[in-house]
């Protein structure tokens, strides 16, 4: 894994974005059973329909955990020092998430080098347009 290198990004700088596989049924039967979140809105169709949800929907840690092996791939794990989103959307079953980041700060706080990177995981909507799901920032501790 590279380390982050804080001379190497300016502000405004885009991440090489990474698309997901599309979502299956079975990824959200996996992660319900990694994670003990069995709620049936995430496995069982039929029910996911019976409370007004047109179908099931994947977890949301699932959606972020897509991000943090965006970041993984770029950063050295030792460099991140936080990572936060929010949760912005429902993801379903057929949905290819897009992971993106773009540089948003650069600062040095008490001798340390800092990046912070606007994160985002979107994909398509029913009209073809991106629909962001999770959004947050990253913070890097740079050599």
């Known amino acids: ?15 090489p974005e990474v698309k997901g596989e599309p979502i299956k ?3 959200l039967v996996r992660y319900a059973g990694a994670s003990g979140d069995f709620n049936p809105i995430h496995t069982d169709p039929d029910f996911a329909n019976e409370v007004g ?14 991000l943090g092996r965006f970041w993984s791939g770029w950063a050295h794990p030792a460099q991140v020092k936080s990572f936060g989103v929010k949760f912005r959307g429902m993801s379903r079953p057929g949905e290819a998430i ?25 994909a398509k909507n029913a ?10 920032e990253l913070v890097v501790a740079c050599d």
């Open 53 to 66: 949800l047109g179908g099931t929907i994947a977890h949301g840690m699932y959606v972020m955990a897509q």
């Open 1 to 15: 894994m590279k380390r982050i290198k804080f001379d190497d990004y300016e502000v405004g700088a885009q991440l």
């Open 127 to 136: 009209e073809g347009e991106d629909e962001v799901k999770v959004g947050g």
């Open 25 to 27: 049924h079975m990824d």
């Open 98 to 122: 897009i992971c993106r980041g773009k540089i948003k700060r650069k600062k040095e706080v008490d001798g340390e080098k800092l990046l912070t990177v606007a994160v985002e995981a979107v």
